[in-house]
T-cell receptor, first 113, second 113 residues
Framework: AQSVTQLDSQVPVFEEAPVELRCNYS??????LFWYVQYPNQGLQLLLK??????LVESINGFEAEFNKSQTSFHLRKPSVHISDTAEYFC???????????FGTGTKLQVIP | DGGITQSPKYLFRKEGQNVTLSCEQN?????MYWYRQDPGQGLRLIYY???????QKGDIAEGYSVSREKKESFPLTVTSAQKNPTAFYLC????????????FGQGTRLTVV
């Protein structure tokens, strides 16, 4: 069975500083990986995804994530955060060929002015 | 614009009453999902449906029921058997099997008093 671990429940960071949100997954088969963002009292929006090809994927607002198969990780990074990045971020995994998506417990990113 | 509509956004019910949450999508997606979100627990799958007139239990189906009579609609009923129904409920949809983006509604916050 697939699983996702987000070890950090909250990450405070000063504005314009870099940030890394960690995500590790477990699966016996090949997977697709996702990062979603959730603003307060809203649904989730896809931030970026890894399906195949280049292990480094980027979003339109400066986030990037790197798929590391040997370490079973898909950490999310941004070199310089903005106040508007304050939100909760969820890592998710989907085993190839299966419909089910499993989400991590989420990491709240708090950007401090 | 295509998307998923959940209604209502906020819902209050007395303990012991059944309540139905609405989820409608105009994305022509085959699969639809219901998740429950509680602080610090991520998203937990309640039920999902891959095709009309068929649905499967997720990880926490007890106390909930669903129907899928139309492709675009997937209502969730929270019954009186659900021990702790107060939560944020999210509906999502996907097209295809695995590795595809999940589109989410804006959520319904249910409070049982």
């Amino acid at each position: 069975a697939q699983s996702v671990t987000q070890l950090d429940s909250q990450v405070p960071v000063f504005e314009e500083a870099p940030v890394e949100l960690r995500c590790n997954y477990s699966s016996s088969v090949s997977v697709y990986l996702f990062w979603y963002v959730q603003y307060p009292n809203q649904g989730l929006q896809l931030l970026l995804k890894y399906l195949s090809g280049s292990t480094l994927v980027e979003s339109i607002n400066g986030f990037e994530a790197e798929f590391n198969k040997s370490q079973t990780s898909f950490h999310l990074r941004k070199p310089s955060v903005h106040i508007s990045d304050t939100a909760e971020y969820f890592c998710a995994v989907s085993e190839i060929g299966y419909q089910k998506v499993t989400f991590g417990t989420g990491t709240k990113l708090q950007v401090i002015p | 614009d295509g998307g998923i509509t959940q209604s209502p956004k906020y819902l209050f019910r007395k303990e012991g009453q059944n309540v139905t949450l609405s989820c409608e999508q105009n994305l022509n997606h085959d699969a639809m999902y219901w998740y429950r979100q509680d602080p610090g627990q991520g998203l937990r799958l309640i039920y999902y449906s891959q095709i009309v007139n068929d649905f499967q239990k997720g990880d926490i189906a007890e106390g909930y029921s669903v129907s899928r009579e139309k492709k675009e609609s997937f209502p969730l009923t929270v019954t009186s058997a659900q021990k702790n129904p107060t939560a944020f409920y999210l509906c999502a949809s996907t097209q295809g099997v695995g590795g595809v983006e999940a589109f989410f509604g804006q959520g319904t916050r249910l409070t049982v008093v």
